[in-house]
T-cell receptor, first 113, second 115 residues
Framework: DAGVIQSPRHEVTEMGQEVTLRCKPI?????LFWYRQTMMRGLELLIY????????DSGMPEDRFSAKMPNASFSTLKIQPSEPRDSAVYFC???????????FGQGTRLTVV | AQTVTQSQPEMSVQEAETVTLSCTYD???????LFWYKQPPSRQMILVIR??????QNATENRFSVNFQKAAKSFSLKISDSQLGDTAMYFC????????????FGGGTRLMVKP
């Protein structure tokens, strides 16, 4: 299995632009997570999907952030408009559910200038 | 809400020696899981070891073992025979019952293994 695949690996964009991060979970996994990693706040959960349905989005920082999971093999995290404080590494992770560990993608390093 | 605290921002150890990374957590739950993840410079998050709270026996994975003290809410990671490839950030993480697989992470400990 190829693992969780995220794209792009690096993204540099100008303030105010729309940014879309993409994730393909491991086949057969029914839980998907988006995490954000910053020096100041560490690793934070942004949103959790189960069977393509958003279950907990309490970690989404504000309305500029939105996430979708149109099917079991694809999810997006969109920031519109982007701001410099959104600069971070964004991780997607998936799991089979239950008491199993999450498998992480390699992350997308976002830089907003 | 759960909190996870790693009190050692940075640690170093000589190659082949043993090092212990500390983690404490705060929860009112009785059933939960604890994890240690490793993040090398490649940025990939890699599961090192997991512990079920209902199990009294400490988990072990090759050179990695934990000391789980449920009453003290402590979950330390011991790395034996440290190798240069163990150099990485290590994150302690908590997963509570009936909350999907959502993880709450500690702030991390940067471990440097010196030759």
């Amino acid at each position: 299995d190829a693992g969780v695949i995220q794209s792009p690996r690096h993204e540099v964009t100008e303030m105010g632009q729309e940014v879309t991060l993409r994730c393909k979970p491991i086949s057969g996994h029914n839980s998907l997570f988006w995490y954000r990693q910053t020096m100041m706040r560490g690793l934070e959960l942004l949103i959790y999907f189960n069977n393509n349905v958003p279950i907990d989005d309490s970690g989404m920082p504000e309305d500029r952030f939105s996430a979708k999971m149109p099917n079991a093999s694809f999810s997006t995290l969109k920031i519109q408009p982007s701001e410099p404080r959104d600069s971070a590494v964004y991780f997607c992770a998936s799991s089979v559910g239950g008491w199993t560990e999450a498998f992480f993608g390699q992350g997308t390093r976002l830089t907003v200038v | 809400a759960q909190t996870v605290t790693q009190s050692q921002p940075e640690m170093s150890v000589q190659e082949a020696e043993t090092v212990t990374l500390s983690c404490t957590y705060d929860t009112s739950e009785n059933n939960y899981y604890l994890f240690w993840y490793k993040q090398p410079p490649s940025r990939q998050m890699i599961l090192v070891i997991r512990q079920e709270a209902y199990k009294q026996q400490n988990a072990t994975e090759n050179r990695f073992s934990v000391n789980f003290q449920k009453a003290a809410k402590s979950f330390s990671l011991k790395i034996s025979d440290s190798q240069l490839g163990d150099t990485a950030m290590y994150f302690c993480a908590f997963m509570r019952n009936n909350a999907g697989n959502m993880l709450t992470f500690g702030g991390g400990t940067r471990l440097m293994v010196k030759p």
